[in-house]
């Protein structure tokens, strides 16, 4: 299920170079499900720290003490901050992609220019995009 020495990352291709959390990974951590803390923890023990794009902190959070979870997981992750270059290559990959998921063309966008595998409870809609740019991403269930 993962590369040898990495069982916190199951994928093919040898160009994933780290991880990407969209809002199904951040749910799953919310709701305290034990896989994906485990998932989380591998990760951070091998000092790889998951990349977690603005818009989706922003799907999710509601800033409620009920979300400590999620505030504890996001505490090990990088937020990866929505810039004027960054909005305009999410954009130019939703009209790529003919769609208008900001959210996920935003995931997706990330998770191919770091060459990450993403962990996403919507793999589908996330493979679409990237496919509609000829392009391969690695998506694993949290």
Do not use: F, K
């Amino acid at each position: 299920m993962g590369r040898q020495g990495h069982p916190a990352i199951r994928h093919p291709a040898q160009s994933v170079t780290g991880v990407t959390y969209d809002s199904g990974a951040l749910i799953a951590a919310e709701r305290a499900e034990r896989l994906m803390w485990a998932r989380h923890r591998a990760l951070l023990l091998r000092r790889v720290v998951p990349t977690v794009p603005a818009p989706v902190v922003a799907q999710c959070w509601r800033g409620t003490p009920r979300q400590a979870h999620l505030a504890r997981l996001l505490a090990g992750c990088e937020v990866e901050t929505l810039d004027d270059t960054r909005a305009r290559a999410t954009g130019t990959l939703a009209g790529r992609a003919r769609i208008t998921d900001i959210v996920d063309a935003n995931v997706v966008e990330g998770a191919l220019r770091r060459g990450d595998l993403i962990v996403s409870s919507d793999e589908g809609d996330l493979a679409a995009i990237a496919a509609a740019v000829g392009r391969h991403i690695d998506i694993d269930r949290p």
